[in-house]
């Protein structure tokens, strides 16, 4: 018999704080909105504090504990209730009561079970054992997953993946490290966060961006630059100043005739620590321009931050979810990563594959070189990315349709 209503958890993704993984449940919320059916989703945060605020401004979304320490504790009592079953004290059944009740369970961390971030692999294994435990149908999607050649990541992941009931790779890349390294059953869907909507979003952060434009009479376009703590990581321990590379690429713009706007795409109010936080590397570079240029580092929600994108005119990217909508709303992105699978996957599937930087090779005589391309064919290159985005929106949409029908005609 056909439910009317589902229940759906997530794991793996906040509300609040990293704005990339945010947009993907975001994205899925959104691509669900118009459905038939009545759906409530239980989202197990890592921020579970500050989501449970933002969570009153959805009629159908409850915040629960999902910190590691949070579902290390649903998972434990999920086992107790699998071994003592009917004995299972009630006190137990009832705190697990929302969870028993799911329909179905998402997995939408954006990196998953990858050799380069192989200190998360535990976590993505520990996001799936409560589905498991309790014999909840898993999906995974949409990530970037693979390779394996790390043997403890491999195992991990042979053990989560195993047990889901559909895996989707957000590029031809990770789909294939599943189906030719682990043997198992995968297919290809967008990144969730192409379904998010966001045109009814606005900040001041957006006009006052625009305000110093249209006072800057040296400039006649914007560029933005989102920084990614993690490439500085990376850049530091290859010997590369990443600040001091996109201080000289952001005075390039400007001698180019662009605007240029750093970005803090990942923000966390009230700390300098820099784990999902952008603000203090922003500061940092913005100290050392000379040129004009404007500073976002005041917390915006991924349907403010992708709104804000749509107003440039070029996109440096360095966040991923920062380059997702560039090409979600037709802005070109000159993509400075610290993963080719992760970010060249994307872009290949917007006919922009050649427009990336690996962190290694990043200097600023690289970055010209893709400026000066970009300047060369900006009309075709937009033409090709808006083509390409209209066939992988409706690709996205129609993964989240079939998987609800999956759900309610098992």
């Known amino acids: 018999m056909t439910k009317d209503k589902l229940i ?22 959104d691509a669900l909105k118009d459905s038939s059916h009545q759906i409530t989703f239980i ?7 500050k989501d449970a605020g933002l969570a009153n401004n959805f009629q159908n979304v409850t915040v629960k504990d999902g910190t ?28 697990n009561h929302e969870f028993n009740s799911c329909d179905a369970v998402f997995c939408l961390g954006g990196t998953t079970f990858a050799d380069s971030m192989a200190y998360k692999s535990l976590w993505n294994a520990l996001a799936a054992a409560p589905a498991v435990l309790a014999k909840k149908r898993l999906w995974f999607l949409s990530q970037t997953i693979g390779p394996f050649e790390k043997a403890g990541n491999r195992m991990l992941a042979k053990w989560a993946l195993s047990h889901a009931h559909a895996i989707y790779g957000r ?42 434009f249209e006072r800057s009479h040296q400039t006649t376009k914007i560029a933005g630059i989102t920084p990614n703590t993690i490439v500085e990581k990376k850049c530091r321990a290859a010997g590369i100043d ?15 005739k662009f605007f240029p706007v750093l970005i803090a795409h990942s923000l966390r109010q009230n700390t300098e620590a820099t784990h999902n936080n952008d603000a203090p590397l922003c ?32 996109l440096v990217a360095s966040r991923f979810h920062s380059m997702v909508s560039a090409l979600a709303t037709g802005v070109i992105p000159i993509t400075i990563g610290w993963g080719n699978q992760k970010y060249v996957e994307v872009l290949a599937k917007f006919g ?33 990315i808006m083509t390409n985005r209209s066939r992988q929106v409706d690709l996205a949409r129609n993964t989240v349709n079939q998987i609800v029908y999956d759900i309610i005609e098992p």
């Not at 794991?11 to 919320?29: E, K, Q």
């Not at 990443?242 to 180019?256: D, F, G, R, S, T």
Request: hydrophobic share 40%.
């Open 8 to 29: 759906l958890a997530t794991f793996a993704v906040p509300l609040s704080g990293n704005n990339g993984s945010a947009s993907m449940l975001l994205g899925l919320i």
């Open 43 to 49: 989202v197990y945060s890592y921020y579970p504090k």
């Open 68 to 95: 590691p320490l949070g579902i290390l504790k649903l998972a434990l009592n999920l086992a107790t209730q699998r071994l003592l079953k009917k004995l299972t004290p009630n006190r137990i059944a009832i705190k």
């Open 171 to 212: 590029g031809d890349t990770s789909t294939q490290n599943v189906k030719q390294s682990l043997k198992i059953s995968a297919e290809y869907a967008p990144d969730l966060s192409l379904t998010m909507d966001f045109e009814n979003s606005n900040h001041p952060a957006i006009a006052n961006m625009r305000t110093l």
């Open 242 to 256: 990443y600040p001091k590379v996109l201080a000289e690429i952001a005075e390039n713009l400007h001698q180019n």
């Open 283 to 314: 500061r940092l570079i913005s100290d050392q321009l000379s040129c004009p240029h404007f500073l976002v580092d005041e917390e915006l929600n991924p349907r403010e931050l992708r709104l804000l994108v749509k107003e440039l005119d070029l």
């Open 352 to 384: 922009a594959s050649d427009l990336y930087i690996d962190y290694k090779n990043l200097c600023l005589e690289k970055f010209e070189c893709k400026l000066n391309a970009v300047t060369k064919n900006s009309a075709k290159l937009k033409n090709v």
